[in-house]
């Protein structure tokens, strides 16, 4: 049997810590990583076949019996297929629901548009009552599902496909936003980057250093609500922001934080995905065509601090 | 509009609770000025019976446990608080601000401002899926004797989810799962038959594992015996309940009517006319 995966092994923390947690399913199974979960807690899991708008319902009754239901699909289908059925069915009543949304952006498994999520968070951050969290790593996952079932009240977890690296970065001073590099008094930008992509602005973050341009990196694992004070102390000092996401324009972490810093009147930039259905390829090669790779993000955040401030 | 039907009279089984049922929700949807009247009136025997029915019912605000009602036909929400006043589960008083703007009784049930109707719905299809996982959370805690009844329209069968939740229940075999379907046979634009029929509905939840019944949607004394029976029958199968009703039931020239659904007001002497048809029909009865 193959090693638990870092999802995997951390649903089944949750579930040991809280006998509350019930792990329900949409006839995506094998590639959401409940495996485990399933296997030490049979009596608190149900896969309820390929039936989201069912699955969230079924959440939702279950919640109001005292459980804490995970529900788990692709984003796309929690996002767009069962969206009104989140709105009215957990949304509204505030019920303690996580739903937990696989394949995102870049990191799905090469199967084009209709399991893509690319909107995904527009569609959750603009629900009432709702948490969103993007993690990066397992240390961040742990943190936010904690929180997430902890809260009370509903919440989404965006999670890449396939390979969620164990630690990126220091294990300590974890929480809803993180400083990850720290440009010091020369830092000439402060770049935000919202979950997965954390990876690939590091390796920005050192290029850059390398060429001599210092910047604060700080990673948002809570897009909503949004923690904006550790982020707007360093912009004001280093005089602008760049924010990086693996989502469309709109709806996502890098238009909230974009609104949150609007009043302090800093020139703000952001690289998303385009407002575009993309096409079908591997993570690599997807963030290459959308510009957020880190030989490309290097080059368009050099050019944009060679344009200076304007 | 259809003309007054001389099925009627038979039609409603007399009974004092849903009679008086009845003329609240007439005089609420007057005072009120609008509202879903002929769905509400279409559940007047449903509703009476499945609160009689019901062992635990006081419970539905606060705790975890005891019976459920989904009314997942939220827009019959004007029927449903007048069965919860009936019941004593809101005051009646509370029925006066129905349809006036920052009512706590919306004109769909909003639980965070009325706890009491357990579950919000309005958007169609939804219900049942609650349903389930209402049932299965009474399982879980051992509470088996707990029941939850979900009371849906024909119209709402157009949808997909109660189909993914007909499809569910008997694979996890919800026997403390009751369904009521409201067969008045017209949804907003008209009757099913023109719009979209749902054909051999017990036929296919029958076929899906559900042991389904039959029953005339406006006699309460028989709706009432075969909710409480079904308590005790098979506890590995959900049940449905197809009740024949009619939309607008016990206002002559609302039956059967697809104007019943939204209609305007009863003046005081039309709801006096229906009150001494309804008792006619009750001493009838007796």
Not at chain 1, 122 to 148: G, H, I, M, Q
Not at chain 1, 164 to 185: E, F, H, Q
Not at chain 2, 77 to 99: K, Q, S, V
Not at chain 2, 205 to 225: C, I, K, P
Request: a negative charge.
């Amino acid at each position: 049997m193959p090693e638990a995966s870092v999802y995997a092994t951390t649903l089944a923390d949750v579930g040991s810590a809280d006998p509350s947690v019930f792990v329900v399913d949409a006839g995506l199974a094998s590639s959401m990583q409940t495996g485990l979960f399933h296997e030490r807690f049979p009596s608190r899991y149900i896969n309820l076949g390929i039936a989201e708008a069912n699955a969230v319902g079924f959440a939702s009754g279950l919640a109001r019996r005292g459980f804490k239901p995970i529900v788990h699909s692709f984003g796309n289908f929690l996002a767009r297929r069962a969206h009104d059925q989140v709105a009215i069915s957990v949304a509204l009543p505030c019920l303690a629901i996580t739903l937990v949304g696989g394949s995102c952006g870049v990191f799905d498994g090469r199967n084009g548009p209709s399991h893509l999520a690319g909107d995904d968070l527009a569609t959750f951050t603009a629900l009432p009552n709702f948490r969103v969290y993007e993690p990066a790593d397992a240390v961040d996952l742990a943190l936010a599902l904690t929180e997430a079932v902890g809260s009370g009240g509903p919440s989404y977890l965006r999670l890449r496909r396939h390979g969620m690296p164990t630690a990126i970065g220091k294990r300590d001073n974890r929480g809803p936003v993180r400083l990850v590099c720290d440009g010091g008094s020369a830092s000439r930008a402060t770049l935000v980057v919202i979950g997965n992509l954390l990876d690939e602005v590091m390796v920005t973050a050192r290029i850059l250093a390398d060429d001599g341009i210092g910047v604060d990196l700080y990673h948002v694992v809570r897009i909503k609500p949004l923690e904006i004070a550790p982020i707007l102390a360093s912009a004001r000092r280093s005089g602008r922001a760049i924010v990086i996401e693996n989502h469309v324009p709109s709806g996502g972490g890098a238009q909230a934080v974009v609104a949150a810093l609007a009043p302090a009147g800093l020139p703000i930039t952001t690289l998303t995905l385009p407002d575009a259905f993309l096409p079908a390829g591997d993570p690599r090669w997807l963030a290459a065509q959308a510009g957020l790779d880190a030989t490309t993000l290097t080059a368009r955040i050099s050019a944009e601090l060679a344009r200076g401030v304007s | 509009m259809t003309p007054y039907s001389h099925k009627r009279a038979t039609q409603i089984e007399g009974d004092l609770r849903a009679a008086r049922l009845r003329l609240l929700i007439l005089r609420t949807h007057a005072a009120a000025g609008a509202g879903h009247l002929g769905s509400s009136l279409s559940i007047v025997e449903i509703l009476s019976a499945l609160y009689s029915s019901n062992l635990h019912h006081a419970a539905q605000d606060s705790a975890q446990g005891g019976d459920r009602v989904v009314l997942s036909k939220g827009h019959a929400a004007l029927g449903l608080y007048c069965a919860l006043a009936e019941e004593g589960i809101i005051p009646h008083a509370a029925l006066r601000t129905f349809g006036q703007n920052g009512s706590e009784l919306e004109p769909h049930p909003n639980e965070t401002l009325l706890p009491q109707v357990a579950v919000s719905t309005g958007s169609l299809g939804q219900g049942l899926s609650i349903g389930l996982g209402l049932a299965h959370g009474s399982r879980l805690a051992g509470r088996d004797e707990e029941r939850t009844a979900v009371v849906l329209g024909d119209g709402e069968l157009n949808e997909g989810q109660p189909w993914e939740a007909a499809i569910a229940a008997p694979r996890l075999r919800l026997g403390n799962l009751l369904a009521v379907v409201d067969a008045n046979g017209l949804q907003q634009d008209g009757t099913m038959e023109d719009i979209m029929p749902v054909n051999g509905l017990a036929d296919a939840w029958a076929a899906l594992g559900w042991q389904v019944h039959s029953a005339n949607g406006h006699d309460y004394h028989e709706l009432l015996g075969l909710f409480t029976a079904l308590r005790k029958e098979d506890p590995a199968k959900p049940k449905l309940v197809i009740a024949r009703t009619i939309k607008g039931c016990g206002v002559p020239f609302l039956e059967n009517a697809v104007e019943s659904h939204y209609p305007p007001v009863l003046d005081a002497g039309e709801i006096d006319l229906v009150a001494r048809m309804i008792i006619s029909a009750g001493s009838d009865d007796a």
